[in-house]
């Protein structure tokens, strides 16, 4: 099972849309600086620029069918060879060097397996070494006018900078957007959806109102539920539990906090002006429940609940935890009662 949606996990948004903006800015820069290789007198280096464009675009399909590791192979490769014959052509002071410190970096974030990561970068930083100390014996293939390589150089850090720095802030938001999504899967029951026991130091936190002129708790069981898991399986017991916090969710009001606080145990918090108010609200959740047939791929099931109910005062000083623990003892009282009913204060 996924534990992120195709359109927000880090595969898509690292190795298809971080990698297309590289891939479509990498072609927009060959475009610009292609006529200053044609000034220079460099038909070499114009027609290996030139018939890069059209290997990006290729990248750039590959990427869209979802090849990604192929995809990033070719590129790197390309602009590896490429930056290598641009240092040697015009020299180290043109900056072209540079753009092997960017490969390195981008090998980082592909999705290569860590050893052929390792090589790719220590393949980009031999290969950076080997063309200074070559530059150091030979002088550039092509001499050009001290003016080219100063606009050479600008742009190449021009370049670099702002890949790095985008894609650095890229990564963060990766990062922040798939963090804040992990925390919520973390607080989120994975069967019904509603938030499960984690979730509720936060409700204290954010949602809890320490100004309240009263507070109610309840602490729902279902009936009998093993006998259901017993009988009908596991999977119709699911469709139940799934079918309960529909329930709940459509009896409570939106403020309301419905928790699936474990196994057939589910725990409602509610901000109640009145103790009244509260008792009848539990009431009237039993009625809906025991009158609404629970429908699963098998049968129609009648399902009944106990539920223990604890209203808080404002003028009594209670934790949460304390109301929840009364909340429990008035369930577990209910149970042996009879079940299928509600024992309050």
Same mark, same amino acid.
């Given at each position: 099972? &996924? #534990? ?110 860590? &050893? ?201 000083? #209670? ?5 929840? &623990? ?20």
């Amino acid at each position: 099972m &996924r #534990l992120l949606s195709e359109k927000h996990d880090i595969e898509y948004w690292q190795y298809s849309r971080q990698a297309n903006i590289v891939y479509l800015s990498t072609l927009f820069s060959y475009i610009i600086i292609l006529p200053l290789f044609y000034f220079v007198g460099n038909m070499m280096i114009f027609s290996i620029n030139f018939y890069t464009m059209f290997i990006t675009l290729y990248v750039i399909y590959l990427n869209r069918k979802q090849r990604y590791g192929y995809a990033s192979f070719i590129f790197i490769t390309m602009v590896t060879i490429v930056t290598s014959m641009e240092t040697i052509a015009f020299g180290l002071e043109s900056g072209f060097g540079l753009f092997h410190l960017n490969m390195a970096i981008l090998i980082v974030y592909t999705n290569w397996s860590n &050893r052929n990561r390792f090589i790719g970068v220590l393949v980009q930083g031999l290969i950076f070494i080997a063309s200074f100390f070559y530059l150091q014996v030979y002088p550039p293939m092509t001499i050009v006018e001290p003016h080219f390589v100063q606009i050479f150089f600008v742009m190449n850090v021009i370049l670099n900078i702002t890949a790095v720095a985008h894609s650095a802030y890229y990564y963060e938001n990766i990062a922040k957007r798939n963090r804040t999504q992990l925390e919520a899967l973390a607080q989120q029951d994975h069967l019904t959806g509603l938030p499960n026991r984690l979730s509720l130091n936060q409700y204290l936190t954010k949602t809890l109102d320490k100004d309240y002129k009263g507070l109610g708790v309840m602490m729902i069981d279902i009936d009998h539920f093993k006998n259901i898991n017993d009988t009908y399986g596991h999977l119709v017991g699911d469709e139940v539990l799934i079918k309960m916090a529909e329930l709940l969710k459509k009896g409570m009001r939106d403020d309301d906090l419905v928790v699936r606080y474990g196994g057939e145990e589910f725990l409602v918090i509610m901000e109640m002006e009145r103790a009244r108010f509260f008792r009848e609200k539990a009431q009237r959740l039993l009625e809906l429940i025991q009158s609404t047939p629970f429908e699963t791929n098998q049968q129609t099931l009648n399902i009944t609940v106990s539920i223990g109910a604890f209203y808080n005062c404002c003028n009594i000083d #209670l934790s949460l935890e304390e109301c929840i &623990r009364n909340a429990d003892n008035f369930l577990y009282k209910a149970k042996e009662q009879g079940r299928n009913q509600v024992v309050n204060n």
